[in-house]
């Protein structure tokens, strides 16, 4: 079989001959192949298809998913459930054990088709995931055997991801602490459970290693459902070894500050016997109230965000106050405002129906964030958004972006007029 191919696994011929009408729009390379279940082992050990697609007609389709998996240079071939009608825990188990995707034997042959291509892509996608894994591994990034960030790495690699959901303000990003716990003084076995907890979560999720001999996982676009689903999927599957205690929030700060408030309620959960707890609404500085937060470098958290305010407030406050006074006498018409605070730094002119704003949020303290807003009238806001290493924010530039803000406004918002700042 080349590498265009495609084979499907039956035991029932004419079910076989069916999937194959149906896929025969794919491209003219594409070959496709019809072997039993007893033959599909001993086919596979010595060829490797693009894409494999078994008809499910019981609970031993599952069976044959697992000694695909089973063989090294085959854990990476996607594999299609084919099934004549839904049966929900056999379909999970499946996803559970390494398929990619399923459709009905009824379904339309455009459809099919579509999810076979969409499959495809996916495969193209992971192949070059592997390549940078590799790149990883190397540089002892990511763990060689599991895939997973290693403890070391993970608070700079999960700083950064934290980070680019903050700054694309990207929702519903969990952040889970999930823990095993040992079962009548049993031995973990640590490399399956590895296994299990990376296998479970979405292809763009990020496992990592954490403190006391847990995982750090950042599920993007999960919300409180999919972090439930997600953290009972792998509690039921090391249901036999383990249990499992999962702790999660929504990302709303960074990862040194939810880390170690994570950390200690996962451990007054475990304490309590509650198997998942979903921290709703997580306001960081109230909790870091009740727990000591420290970086890595053992600085407390709490200090550190006061050291940073201080002097981000250095550059930010003249500023504003310079333009604030320079322009309150060449516009005496207009009301000009400032605010600065831990949260976000608001410099706004208005008059009558038309107002500017230049606001600057830093989520993590790592990043500095700047919205430039234009309201007019009832038209449409204008409205950009520009991102900045917190180095690169001085006086200067913040000088310059307020100019541009004040002409914009002054200009009266003419659409081409208004211009991107350098």
Do not use: W
């Amino acid at each position: 079989m080349n590498n265009g191919s495609i084979l499907i696994i039956t035991n029932e011929l004419d079910k076989g001959r069916q999937i194959s009408e149906k896929i025969k729009l794919l491209r003219e390379c594409d070959t496709v192949r019809i072997v039993s279940y007893i033959e599909a082992i001993s086919v596979l050990n010595s060829t490797q298809p693009a894409l494999i697609l078994i008809y499910c007609a019981n609970s031993d389709s599952v069976g044959i998913v697992k000694e695909i998996r089973a063989i090294k240079s085959l854990d990476k071939v996607p594999i299609i459930f084919i099934m004549d009608s839904l049966v929900e825990e056999l379909l999970f188990y499946a996803f559970d054990n390494g398929i990619d995707d399923f459709f009905f034997l009824s379904d339309p042959d455009s459809i099919i088709l579509m999810r076979i291509f969409l499959t495809l892509q996916k495969s193209v996608l992971y192949k070059q995931i592997d390549i940078d894994n590799e790149i990883l591994v190397s540089a002892n990034i990511i763990d060689k055997y599991t895939g997973i960030y290693v403890k070391e790495q993970a608070p700079v690699a999960l700083r950064n991801f934290f980070s680019k959901s903050l700054e694309e303000n990207l929702e519903n990003t969990i952040f889970m602490f999930l823990k095993p716990v040992a079962v009548e003084k049993r031995r973990l076995n640590m490399n399956k459970i590895a296994t299990v907890v990376k296998s479970i979560p979405r292809g763009n999720d990020i496992v990592a290693y954490g403190k006391y001999s847990g995982f750090y996982l950042l599920l993007y676009n999960a919300g409180i459902s999919g972090a439930k689903s997600v953290a009972a999927r792998i509690r039921n599957a090391l249901s036999d070894i383990c249990k499992i205690y999962a702790n999660a929030s929504e990302v709303t700060a960074s990862f040194e500050e939810m880390e170690p408030i994570l950390t200690q309620s996962l451990k007054d959960q475990i304490a309590a016997g509650i198997e998942f707890n979903y921290l709703h609404d997580l306001n960081v500085s109230e909790a870091a109230e009740v727990i000591e937060i420290k970086d890595e470098n053992g600085k407390k958290f709490k200090d550190f965000k006061k050291e940073f305010f201080n002097n981000f407030e250095k550059i930010v406050a003249p500023v504003f106050y310079q333009f604030q006074t320079k322009f309150s006498d060449k516009l005496p018409e207009a009301e000009i405002k400032s605010e600065i605070n831990e949260n976000k730094s608001v410099f706004s002119i208005s008059q009558e129906n038309i107002k500017s704003e230049l606001i600057i949020t830093y989520p993590a303290y790592i990043k500095a964030i700047i919205d430039i807003n234009h309201y007019e009238n009832n038209n449409p806001p204008i409205v950009r958004r520009l991102t900045y290493d917190i180095e690169e924010l001085s006086e200067e530039k913040l000088s310059s972006l307020l100019n541009t803000v004040v002409n914009e406004f002054t200009n009266n918002l003419s659409l081409n007029k208004i211009y991107t700042p350098e």
